[in-house]
């Protein structure tokens, strides 16, 4: 990649491929199911949690939940935002900079960023999760003290969050394909094509008549 291609800042108005959709939409709904999770926990719904009383009874805990939450649900709007237009053009409404191409490296870098984290954060958990709950280690895990409802529903709320790192690298992933240059040259080279052939068509009909019009 040379840095002529490095430094055009992307494509705009590609289509979005079916699977980077489906990456986009996963990115947004997939942590919704632990976040309503943990605001039922504080909010004081039993969900068979044993450590509920530790985060409802300190301030600290409860900020550090809801600082939780809206962490997530800002990554979550900004990955869902990687399939959208105003990931590529700034909206006119934002002051000073309203109507500015973006850089597809810019996306592209905090996307990668984030997605990094995520699996640094989520992966060593599963595998101590995993270790813990098949006897391989012993350690400590959130369902301790659950009944099997309660367990049930921990894992329809965190299995969705536990994949949600793989739904951001393929939305990352998607938008850096999308917004490729070569898609920019693509779609030039097909509007002058399909321009040269309509031209050409209209010369031959208007030529095409003109001996009949002669005749005439």
Known sequence: MDTRTLRHPGA???????WTLVAGWA????????????????AGL????????????????????????????????????LIRPWSEVLPRWVPAVGGRTIHRLVPTAVGAVGALAL????????????????????GWTPDIGMSSGERGLLLVAYIPFFL??????????????????RRALTAITGAHRTGSHL??????TASARRPSSAQG
């Open 164 to 181: 949600w790192p793989i739904a951001v690298s393929v939305a990352v992933a998607g938008y850096w394909v999308r917004r490729s240059p």
């Open 199 to 204: 031209t050409g068509t209209t010369r031959t």
């Open 119 to 138: 699996w640094a954060t989520l992966l060593p958990l599963i595998v101590a999760l995993v270790r813990t709950w098949s006897g391989v280690a012993e």
């Open 12 to 18: 705009l108005g590609a289509p979005v491929p079916r």
């Open 46 to 81: 039993d969900v068979g949690f044993r450590d509920a009383e530790l985060y409802r009874g300190s301030v600290e805990a409860v900020l550090y939940v809801v600082g939780l939450e809206a962490v997530q649900i800002l990554v979550a709007v900004l990955c869902f935002g």
């Open 27 to 42: 990115s947004l709904l997939l942590p919704l199911p632990s976040i309503l999770w943990r605001i039922a926990m504080l």
